[in-house]
């Protein structure tokens, strides 16, 4: 199921937001696709935080394609003006036709200029899509989906395995541990180490505590009336101690300070 707000620090500061299933053509290339959308006041801005999810996203908007890497702390994006984006959340199988290192983008991004035609017509067939009134993002997706899965091609069984991987880390019901994940698999840690550095750029530990710290700021902004010594417990944190610690460290608050903040 796509969760519209998953990652999202202040769900109730976003411009106009959507998540939308990745078409059937594209569902082993991508998680889902995003589009924000915008007309801010002139003089201001809007600064929009994330946790992102650790996976790499391919972005089109009016006047590039941007590849960016996954992100170790909180990002963010302070929107201008008027303007949209159409992103997709790339499954590991994608990626590998993208990008050779995924490390070497973690947090960063560039411009995806290869093939130059072939990106050039990505730019313009999304804008031109967004461009067209009523019905204009599920036209963007579908045209999106469609230049990806022509840039990829056939997904290998490796890249399957990849993507096994991913929904075994990231799932609700997702596992504890790298070793739990590996035991799941049928491989070894250092072959589940390996694989999450080709296709993801960083190393199952951190793919598991990011989707921990996505979900543990979910509960504390959703659920005021539970206390964060049960939300670390259901997470699998040692303590309430581990929880804020982790919180802090790449969030940059307090679990009770963003618990605050989030309510007004």
């Keep these: 199921m796509v969760n519209p707000t998953r990652g999202v620090l202040y769900p109730a500061r976003l411009p106009e937001f959507h998540r939308l299933p990745a078409p059937a053509e594209v569902a082993e290339l991508v998680v889902w696709f995003w589009i924000p959308e915008w007309d801010i006041a002139a003089g201001r801005s809007s600064r929009q ?84 009134g009523d019905g204009r993002r599920e036209r963007a997706v579908e045209v999106f989906a469609r230049w990806l899965a022509d840039r990829v091609g056939a997904v290998s069984e490796p890249d399957r395995q990849a993507n096994a991987l991913t929904d075994v880390l990231m799932d609700d019901a997702a596992v504890l541990t790298p070793e739990e994940a590996a035991t799941r698999l049928g491989v070894s840690v250092r072959t589940l180490q390996r694989m999450t550095h080709r296709h993801v750029g960083i190393s199952p530990a951190a793919m598991i505590r990011r989707r921990r710290l996505q979900e543990a700021a979910q509960r504390v902004r959703d659920q005021p009336g539970v206390d964060l010594a049960s939300i670390a417990a259901d997470l699998g944190y040692s303590d309430h101690a581990h929880l804020t610690r982790d919180f802090q460290s790449v969030l940059g608050i307090a679990p009770r300070v963003y618990r605050a903040e989030s309510s007004l």
């Design 49 to 132: 935080e994330m946790v992102a999810y650790p996976a790499l996203n391919l972005v089109v908007d009016a006047d590039a394609v941007m590849l960016s890497g996954v992100t170790t702390r909180v990002s963010h994006r302070d929107l201008r003006g008027r303007g949209w984006a159409v992103g997709a959340l790339l499954r590991p199988a994608a990626v590998a036709a993208l990008i050779n290192d995924p490390a070497a983008l973690i947090d960063g991004e560039r411009a995806l200029t290869a093939p130059e035609t072939a990106v050039a017509a990505l730019r313009h067939d999304v804008v031109a899509a967004m461009d067209s």
